[in-house]
């Protein structure tokens, strides 16, 4: 089974929009974190935002905020305020401690914002 | 300054040819990482060592074959390239194995082409 789902390989949006990229996962280990990276077409894997399974509060970095649903295993990504620069491909990683601490990707959003 | 440093960034070689891939860290990090990403963007752990010992050794073949002389160093060696070695490999580092929270941070990726 997969342990990262993004169901949506390409999104749409408009400059200045708030979009939502979907993420869910399947883990049965109570101590999880969940993450966020942007990959932009230059390649490189820059971080966005962490969220803990023991976090009571949604985590929230600048213009980016995590949607954490622990009871529905669902870890959205909200971008606010969508700029040019946002367009890139987005992962959902999570990472369990039962299995050592090990990363699992999804296979990533494509996210492109328009003009 | 680079915290997670590859080289060479990319790399054309013929098919049967042996090839490395050096990677750095500066961030005193203990655990690195290689990452294989193929043409449709997956991102796959292939290893993972902690403190110059190998901890997370996936399903890869053993063409492949890590070293890690010291804890900033996490190379990787390739031998008899095939085609489907073709991908982007990154390197990544994180500071600790046991932190739960620590997110990694990627290298810029070396671009592979077996022709």
């Known amino acids: ?115 | 300054d680079t915290a997670v440093s590859q080289t060479p960034k990319y790399l054309v070689t013929q098919m049967g040819n042996d090839k490395s891939i050096k990677c750095e860290q500066n961030l005193g990090h203990d655990t690195m990482y290689w990452y294989k990403q193929d043409s449709k963007k997956f991102l796959k752990i292939m290893f993972s060592y902690n403190n110059k010992e190998l901890i997370i050794n996936e399903t890869v073949p053993n063409r492949f074959s890590p070293k890690s002389p010291d804890k900033a160093h996490l190379n990787l060696h390739i031998n008899s390239l095939e085609l489907g070695d073709s991908a982007v490999y990154f390197c990544a580092s994180r500071p600790s194995w046991v932190d739960s929270a620590d997110t990694q941070y990627f290298g810029p990726g070396t671009r592979l082409t077996v022709l």
């Open chain 1, 1 to 115: 089974a997969q342990k990262i789902t993004q169901t949506q390989p390409g999104m749409f949006v408009q400059e200045k929009e708030a979009v939502t990229l979907d993420c869910t996962y399947d883990t049965s280990d109570p101590s999880y974190g969940l993450f966020w990276y942007k990959q932009p077409s230059s390649g490189e894997m820059i971080f966005l935002i962490y969220q803990g399974s023991y976090d009571q509060q949604n985590a929230t970095e600048g213009r980016y905020s995590l949607n954490f649903q622990k009871a529905r295993k669902s870890a959205n990504l909200v971008i606010s305020a969508s700029q040019l620069g946002d367009s890139a491909m987005y992962f959902c990683a999570m990472r369990e401690k039962n299995t050592g601490n090990q990363f699992y990707f999804g296979t990533g959003t494509s996210l492109t914002v328009i003009p």
